[in-house]
C-alpha cells in the first residue's frame, strides 16, 4: 500500500469554540491524526511524523475546520437547481476550494420531473463524496412568501409526490423547506420525519402558534424516529428572509422560531452576507439564542465568486449589481453571492466573536446533519478538512480530505 500522505501544520487553532493560540494539526492520509497545542505533540508517538517538517503559519494566520453549508444553489457559474451535471460539478469544485468542505445541493421549487431528474444527479454525486446530501427549498411554500421560488410550481401538500421524492433520494434527502400553514402539512412532517428527513420552517406566512406547534411536532417526530441530541431539532430556513417580519402585535413565526432556538428545541439558518440581514440583526440573534443553535449558511447561487451580471437560479433568471442578486421578474432578493469564508468574516465584522462564528458554520451544521463523527471540528479521528485563513479572514489554502486544493 502506498505511504499516506502527512502533514504538520502550526499555528492558531480555532475550533469547538476554543482557540489554541500555539496549536499543532497533524494530518495523516484523510484524517486528523492529532490536534492540539505544540508542546503535547510527541512526534515519536506517532509513526512516520518523526523529523516531518512543519508548515509554520505567520502568527496572524488561523486553522480552521472546513466550513458546512446546508444550505446553498450554486457558485461560479454552476446552478444546483437546474440538475445539470457539468454545472453542479462546477460549483461543487468551487466551493469546495473557496472552503466550505462539506454541503448539500439546495433545489428550488420547480416541476416534478425537474426535482426528481435533479435529485437522480445529487444521489450520484453523494454516492462520489462530492456532496454531504439534498437540501429541497419547496415546493410546498407559501404563495404570500414565496420570495424568488416560482410561483407556477408551488403546490399543497402532496404526500404522494413527498413519498416519491423520498424514494428518489434513497437516504440521501437531508433537509426540507415547508411551509406549516399549508393544508396537510401536519402530515407532511409526519412523512419526512418517519424518513430521517429534517424539516425546515421557512417561506411562511404563518402565525406565531403554528409556527410553534409545528416545530415541537418535528421535533418530536425525529426524535420517535431515533434521532437524538442536534440531529433530533427541525431548523428554520433563513430566518426572518421568506416570512413576515416580527411585529409586536403580530410576532408571526420569527418569535416562535427564536424561543424555540434559545430553548435548544430548532435550529435557526442565518444568511449573515451583509444583504439578507443586517449586522445588528445577526448579532441580537447571537445575543439571544446562542452559537450553539444557529446556522450559518450562504444561500449562494450561481454567481457566488462572480461578478455582476445575468444569471439562472434554476428555471428564473436573475441580476446581480453590486453583489446582490435578484430576480428579474419581481425583484426580489434571489439567493447570496457570498461564500461561507464571506459569511463568517462578516459574522464577527457584526460583532460575534470568532470562535463563536467558525462553530456557527463548521459544528453546528455538522451536529445537524449527524456527521459530528466525520467531519465540524478539528480532533483527532475527524476528516483532514481545514480552512488557512489571514488575520483578516482571508482565504490562503484549503485541505479536503488530506489534500490541498
Known sequence: MPTPARHLISGTIVSDRTVIENGLVAVEGDRIAFAGPVGDFDENAFEGFAGLPRAELPAERYILPGFIDVHCHGGNGGDFPGGDEESARRAIDFLHRSGTTTLLA????ASREDLLRGIGLYVRLT?????????????FLSHARCGAQNPAYLVEPDLGLMTELIEAAEGKLATMTYAPELPGAAALVDLMTSHGVT??????????????????????????????????LPT??????????LHHRSPGPVAACLRAAQAGKAVVEL???????DAATVATVFQLVGAPNILLVTDSMAAAGLSDGHYMLGP???????????????GSI???????????????AAGVGLADAVYSATAVPAAVLGLSDEVGGIRRGLRADLVIVDGGLEPAAV???????
Open 334 to 348: 434571489a439567493g447570496g453571492t457570498a461564500t461561507m469564508l464571506d459569511v463568517v468574516r462578516r459574522t464577527v
Open 106 to 109: 439546495s433545489m428550488v421549487t
Open 127 to 139: 454516492e462520489e463524496g462530492l456532496l454531504a446530501g439534498i437540501h429541497l427549498e419547496g415546493p
Open 316 to 330: 428564473s433568471p436573475v441580476t446581480v449589481s453590486g453583489g446582490v442578486a435578484t430576480l428579474d421578474a419581481t
Open 271 to 277: 444568511i449573515a452576507d451583509g444583504t439578507h440581514l
Open 399 to 405: 485541505l479536503r480530505q488530506g489534500s490541498w486544493l
Open 199 to 232: 424539516p425546515s420552517l421557512g417561506h411562511s406566512d404563518c402565525d406565531d402558534a403554528t409556527a410553534a406547534a409545528s416545530l415541537a411536532a418535528a421535533r418530536e417526530g425525529l426524535e420517535s424516529a431515533g434521532f437524538d441530541g442536534v440531529s433530533s
Open 236 to 245: 428554520v430556513t433563513h430566518l426572518f428572509n421568506g416570512m413576515p417580519p
